[in-house]
């Protein structure tokens, strides 16, 4: 079962998700989906949902029984001894001074303040990499990750690349062949098992901070190839570059990969490639930050 909640809902996001929901209040969406629905329809929301707040809640097989995202909003996830609780502004502290507003945070994510601002702090660099996946469908259970692309900022100059395929067992759909252009020949031929993939992967991007294009979509692969096969899991910070993009880039029609490029005017050729992707995003971080500086003042 998943929940979804949203304020300032486009209509034509309304209308994707009563196909496959039933509305039950006014933004409020209830259903049972399958994994690979429910991936496609947050990406959906997150997208184009522009001002508006998001908040998906979905059962799984978890202490909790239950995970849940954000989108656009102040009340964040917070990792309270292994159980995910909701950090929130409180009222009784809230501050405004012109438009800076000093949040405070609940009991159980006290112990999590000073960790959260080094973290901020840490990321407002230059320092950084940024990681995409291709993948052969939207479902992290079911689906297979079949590239992995990773380029290294240091001091907001490119510094190095990673790239690499991933040998699977199925063969791929027609319609990623189409997308990416990978083929299962060239899986054969330059594919490397998921063990090594993984394991370079860690080793390029070491201690560094993480940036992905629609974070959840692409940790969530992560974390289920990771399981699956008993590897280190990526625990270094990430942030949405979605999110940070979305904040200062308003007025289009969406908030896909090629559409903030045409807006930003910065040129881009092969598309739906994990290290092309990364090379896109880094252009457009240089077109609205000379500094490649993330999470700067706008």
Same mark, same amino acid.
């Given at each position: ?5 949203? @304020? *300032? ?11 496959? =929901? ?6 409020? !969406? ?30 799984? *097989? ?9 989108? *656009? @909003?102040?009340?964040?996830?917070? $990792? ?12 009784? #502290?809230? =501050?405004?001074?012109? +438009? ?30 940024? =990681?995409?996946?291709?993948? @052969? ?31 699977? $067992?199925?063969?791929?759909? #027609? ?8 083929? $299962? ?21 070491? %201690? ?5 294009? +629609?974070?959840?979509? %692409? ?9 699956? +096969? ?9 942030? %949405? ?8 880039? #308003?007025?289009? /029609?969406? !908030?896909?990969?090629? @559409? ?16 092309? $992707? ?10 609205? +930050? ?5 999470? /700067?003042?706008?």
């Amino acid at each position: 079962m998943i929940v979804i909640s949203m @304020t *300032n809902c486009p209509p034509k996001v309304r209308g994707d998700l009563s196909k496959w =929901l039933m509305e039950i209040n006014t933004g409020v !969406y209830v259903g049972q989906v399958n994994a690979r629905v429910r991936e496609a329809l947050w990406k959906r929301v997150c997208e184009n949902i522009a001002e508006g707040q998001a908040t998906l809640v979905y059962s799984t *097989n978890n202490e909790q029984h239950m995970e849940f995202r954000v989108h *656009n @909003t102040n009340w964040k996830p917070v $990792d309270y001894d292994g159980l995910w609780l909701i950090k929130h502004p409180d009222v009784k #502290k809230t =501050l405004k001074q012109g +438009n800076d507003v000093q949040t405070g945070y609940s009991n159980a994510a006290k112990y999590q303040k000073g960790k959260r601002r080094r973290e901020k702090n840490q990321f407002c660099t230059s320092d950084y990499v940024i =990681l995409d996946l291709e993948t @052969t469908g939207l479902q992290p259970d079911k689906d297979s990750i079949i590239e992995i692309g990773a380029l290294r900022i240091i001091h907001g100059k490119r510094d190095g690349e990673f790239q690499t395929f991933i040998k699977i $067992d199925e063969k791929l759909p #027609k319609e990623i062949i189409e997308l990416t252009g990978i083929t $299962d020949g060239l899986l054969e031929e330059k594919g490397v098992e998921v063990q090594k993939a993984i394991s370079e992967l860690l080793n390029f991007v070491s %201690d560094m901070n993480v940036v992905i294009y +629609n974070a959840s979509f %692409d940790c969530a692969f992560l974390e289920e190839i990771c399981r699956k +096969n008993q590897l280190a899991m990526l625990e270094n910070y990430v942030v %949405d570059g979605l999110g940070y993009i979305r904040k200062r880039v #308003k007025g289009i /029609a969406d !908030y896909k990969l090629e @559409t903030v490029a045409r807006h930003l005017e910065v040129e881009f050729f092969e598309r739906h490639r994990a290290i092309n $992707d990364c090379r896109l995003l880094y252009e457009i971080f240089l077109k609205l +930050n000379p500094h490649a500086s993330l999470l /700067a003042p706008p």
